[in-house]
């Protein structure tokens, strides 16, 4: 059973600082990482989304990588702004299950003006 | 990336009316949706996977007679949460996906459920 854990569950940063988020997970056999965003009482945004053949992916200020082998993927944010402050969710989708995604329990991001 | 409309975005009911979630896929077919539930300050849990045209297969602890779902197209599929208790406020969000080996799933934007 694929389980996801990320870390830390909150993180408290003055704008400006460049930031990381950690995501493991126990079975690398997956199809897709893929890392949302969700604002307190809104639904998911997706941010970046990751292809196990991929290592990495960016999008303006963020960039996530993929390591399959140690069961582990980042997004690292940079220069962090207010407007950043969100839940951040990672969903891993196993290779042998069409569409089914296990999200780990989201890591709260707070950045302070 | 393909569209999944999810409606409403949110819905207040009283406790012990039912209430309908609808999930569509706007550009694509879905042969296969999942239902996912958020408690506060939770992650989401699967609920029930959905093929188009069978009945769904829910997961460990979800009580299939309360939380209803239909699959009656390859377009909409329908949560429907019987006899709604205050417990069962919660964010609810679906995604779909064509049910092909690896493919993408798309989630829709969710819905509030709020019962007073």
């Known amino acids: 059973k694929q389980e996801v854990t990320q870390i830390p569950a909150a993180l408290s940063v003055p704008e400006g600082e460049n930031l990381v988020l950690n995501c493991s997970f126990t079975?690398?056999?997956?199809?897709?990482l893929q890392w949302f965003r969700q604002d307190p009482g809104k639904g998911l945004t997706s941010l970046l989304l990751i292809q196990s053949s991929q290592r990495e992916q960016t999008s303006g200020r963020l960039n996530a990588s993929l390591d399959k082998s140690s069961g582990r993927s980042t997004l690292y944010i940079a220069a962090s702004q207010p407007g950043d402050s969100a839940t951040y969710l990672c969903a891993v989708k196993v290779s042998t299950n069409a569409g089914k995604s296990t999200f780990g329990d989201g890591t709260t991001l707070t950045v302070k003006p | 990336g393909a569209v999944v409309s999810q409606h409403p975005s949110r819905v207040i009911c009283k406790s012990g009316t039912s209430v309908k979630i609808e999930c569509r896929s706007l550009?694509?077919?879905?042969?296969?949706m999942f239902w996912y539930r958020q408690f506060p300050k939770q992650s989401l849990m699967l609920m029930a996977t959905?093929?188009?045209?069978?009945?769904?297969?829910?997961e460990q602890g979800v009580e299939k007679d309360k939380f209803l779902i239909n699959h009656a197209s390859l377009t909409l599929s329908t949560l429907t949460v019987t006899s709604a208790h205050p417990e069962d406020s919660s964010f609810y969000i679906c995604s779909a996906a064509t049910g092909a080996p690896n493919t993408e799933a798309f989630f829709g934007q969710g819905t509030r459920l709020t019962v007073v």
């Open positions: 550009d694509f077919q879905a042969t296969t």
């Open positions: 079975d690398s056999a997956i199809y897709n």
């Open positions: 959905s093929n188009e045209g069978s009945k769904a297969t829910y």
